[in-house]
C-alpha cells in the first residue's frame, strides 16, 4: 500500500506541474513506463530516486510519502469498505471489466463525480443564506 500511496503523490505532484511521464522519465534518466510503474505502485521508489524525483519536481521528497501515519492493512481497508453500502458491488464490477482502458476510463469517471460532489459540496455551503 505504501507503492502505491507514493505513486500517486508522485503522480499528483507531476500533475500540477503539468508534466507528462516522458518528461519526468527524461529528466531522471528513465522512461515513462518506469515512470508508470512507480505511479501505479508496482514498482517501490527507490529512497534516491525518490529524493532525485522529488527535487526535479521542486519538492519535499516528504510529500511523495503518505501523510497519515499508520498504514491501513488490507482487512482495515475491506472493513471499510464494508461500511459503505454498495461499495463491495462496484469492486466486483470493476474487477470484472476485461479491459484495462474501460477500468482507467471507470476510474477517472469516479473521481471526476467524487470531485464534482465536493465542489458541489462547497457551493451549496457558500450559497446558503446567512443566519
Do not use: W
Not at 41 to 68: D, K, W, Y
Not at 79 to 86: D, S
Amino acid at each position: 500500500m505504501i507503492d502505491v500511496e507514493v505513486g500517486l503523490n508522485l503522480r499528483r505532484a507531476r500533475l500540477l506541474r503539468k508534466l507528462s511521464q516522458t518528461q519526468l522519465g527524461d529528466a531522471l534518466g528513465i522512461s515513462f513506463q518506469q515512470i508508470q510503474k512507480y505511479e501505479r505502485g508496482v514498482n517501490r521508489l527507490s529512497t534516491s530516486m525518490l529524493i532525485r524525483g522529488a527535487r526535479f519536481l521542486g519538492i519535499s521528497p516528504v510529500e511523495l510519502l503518505p501523510q497519515h501515519d499508520s498504514v491501513e492493512s488490507p482487512q482495515e481497508m475491506v472493513r471499510q469498505l464494508g461500511g459503505v453500502r454498495g461499495a463491495a458491488e462496484v469492486v466486483n464490477a470493476y474487477c470484472s471489466v476485461p479491459s484495462p482502458r474501460v477500468r482507467r476510463a471507470l476510474l477517472q469517471f469516479i473521481r471526476a463525480v467524487a470531485s464534482s460532489e465536493a465542489i458541489d459540496e462547497a457551493d451549496a455551503e457558500t450559497d446558503a443564506p446567512v443566519r
